[in-house]
């Protein structure tokens, strides 16, 4: 079982930076693919960016790539997204999610979610 907190979201202009973190508590944190969603209003969760247990592997939305990044710190039992460039068609609620298995873009392959932290881009 694996309970996870999102955290930094908050209002930034578009431009600017934003880190947000997902804080996970719970059994083998280090056994499991990580990922972020993000929901923007009206409109359905999309896949962001997913991370391998080891920190290996990740992969990346084509509308973030080259903007975010992804990390983790398994001895914390953190993930970092790191948001760089931001956009206003970045707002959205950010969710947090682990698979104890390997990255899938896939929400229905996620077991666990946290419950999501407000990113708001202004123009």
């Known amino acids: 079982q694996v309970q996870l907190v999102e955290s930094g979201g908050g209002l930034v202009q578009a431009g600017g930076p934003l880190r947000l973190s997902c804080a996970a508590s719970?059994?083998?944190?280090?056994?499991?693919?990580m990922a972020w969603f993000r929901q923007a209003p009206g409109k359905e969760r999309d896949f962001v960016v997913a991370?391998?247990?080891?920190?290996?592997?990740?992969f990346y939305a084509d509308s973030v790539k080259g903007r975010f990044t992804i990390s983790r710190d398994n001895a914390r039992n953190l993930a970092y997204l790191q948001m760089n460039s931001l956009k206003p068609e970045d707002t959205a609620v950010y969710y947090c999610?682990?698979?104890?298995?390997?990255?899938?873009?896939?929400?229905?392959?996620?077991?666990?979610w946290g419950q999501g932290t407000q990113v708001t881009v202004s123009s």
């Open positions: 719970g059994r083998a944190f280090n056994s499991y693919a």
């Open positions: 999610a682990a698979r104890n298995g390997v990255i899938s873009t896939l929400q229905r392959e996620y077991g666990y």
């Open positions: 991370i391998s247990w080891s920190g290996g592997t990740t």
